[in-house]
């Protein structure tokens, strides 16, 4: 069974960072794309940012490029989000998931089977 359990969420101002951690338990997390995404209230989930399995490609965001990072360990089983320069429409909910395969190039919610709960992040000051 996968499970992925995302933290890392809160409270941050306008400009500030964050950094969200996805701990993933499956044999196999090395083979597999992870993304996170984000939605909030009213809105569609969307694609934030990807990271492929093998030489750690991402892809991201037009609206977070340049200011997310995604990052993996898989010695860890762990994914992050490092989040800067944060904007008051970056607040939502943030969900890891698993991708169906390794690519990097997955931004839809439709290539991804597991999923994690969610963190909450609000940038207000």
């Known amino acids: 069974q996968v499970q992925l359990v995302e933290s890392g969420g809160g409270l941050a101002q306008p400009g500030g960072s964050l950094r969200l951690s996805c701990s993933i338990s499956?044999?196999?997390?090395?083979?597999?794309?992870i993304g996170w995404f984000r939605q909030a209230p009213g809105k569609e989930r969307e694609a934030v940012a990807c990271?492929?399995?093998?030489?750690?490609?991402?892809n991201y965001a037009d609206s977070v490029k340049d200011r997310f990072i995604i990052s993996r360990d898989n010695t860890k089983k762990m994914v992050y989000l490092q989040m800067n320069s944060l904007k008051p429409e970056d607040t939502a909910t943030y969900y890891c998931?698993?991708?169906?395969?390794?690519?990097?190039?997955?931004?839809?919610?439709?290539?991804?089977?597991?999923w994690g709960r969610g963190t909450q992040v609000t940038v207000s000051s």
């Open positions: 998931a698993r991708g169906y395969t390794g690519s990097y190039r997955l931004m839809l919610r439709h290539e991804y089977d597991y």
């Open positions: 499956a044999l196999t997390t090395e083979y597999y794309a």
């Open positions: 990271i492929g399995s093998s030489d750690g490609d991402t």
